[in-house]
């Protein structure tokens, strides 16, 4: 029985020019370099600029990714853009990057998740594109935390950074088996009675303003592990795969240590680990994509590797989604 898989065709990224490291954010809040090092492994991470929006980013990382994989934005009929910083409260932000790339066929849509949002995104790509209903997917993390941050909050503002990263999904007949390429399984959850752990203060609905974000660390530390790892357990008892057949674990890049917990926890060796949270912080639906980038202009990931992916965020949301390169 053949099976129609929603198959990587590229990737590519997109960060602002500008660098924040934690020594410049120690002559504004009370903290140290060495503090953030030791607590969430950050070093630095990029800021947008003063008019550059969450949609600028995201139409450079999917042209980087349209062009990562060799084909025309003509051809893409489908567009899932996971942001939580949208450029306004409506139209979507991901009918601007429709509209940037050229394209005016199709559908584009915004997804909300939170830091989840590209694993929520590209499990809702997948699953229209092995429905029949699109042929070819952009799927895109976007984010501007640097617009919903408290900057005087040394607990919050230390954390995030802005950017985006895209990947190119086709639908292809493949043969139906565990060594197929493309997305093998996807694995989706939330809990809504832990929606004031990690939230921001403002919306139009309720304040009429954006609001800041406000986070209870210790919570989330204290649930991230154990969400991520059952999501993933999902994923390997969906698949028949286990932790020793995957070739690399890209984490969301939250905090090295729920990353390196994570992976310590499921047996993944560490040097299958792909890490990016030192140079690029937090960047919430990005840092998947982001990271994804790295390793395969690296040359880490390569077609045929079995790459598993993680996340976990404000709401909480958690999913994971196992596919081969
Ligand atoms: N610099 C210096 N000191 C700080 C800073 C800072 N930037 N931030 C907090 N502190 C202080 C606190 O004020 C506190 O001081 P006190 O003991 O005098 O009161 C002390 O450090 C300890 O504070 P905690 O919040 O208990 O520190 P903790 O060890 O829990 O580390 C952290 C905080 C890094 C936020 C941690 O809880 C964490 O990583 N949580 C996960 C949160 C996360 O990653 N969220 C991302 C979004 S969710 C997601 O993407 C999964």
Redesign the pocket.
Known sequence: MTAIRSVVLGCGSYLPQRVLTNAELATK????DE??VQ??GIRERHIAAEGEFTSHLAIRAAQAALANAGIDAQSIDLIVLATSTPDYTFPATAVAVQSGLGIHHGAAFDLQAV?SGFVFALATADNFLRAGAFKRALVIGAETFSRILDWTD??TC??FGDGAGAVVLEAQEQPGKPSDRGILTTHLRSDGRHRSK?FVDGGPSSTRTVGHLR?E??E??KH?VGMITDVIVDAFNASGLSADDIDWFVP?Q??K??IDASAHKLHIAPEKVVLTVDRHG?T?AASIPLALSVAVADGRIKRGDLVLLEA???GFTWGSALLRW
């Open positions: 809040v009370d903290t140290s503090w953030i607590r969430t830091c040394r607990g230390v954390l990690l986070m660390g210790r989330v530390f991230a969301h939250a905090n240590r729920i937090n919430s976990m965020g404000g």
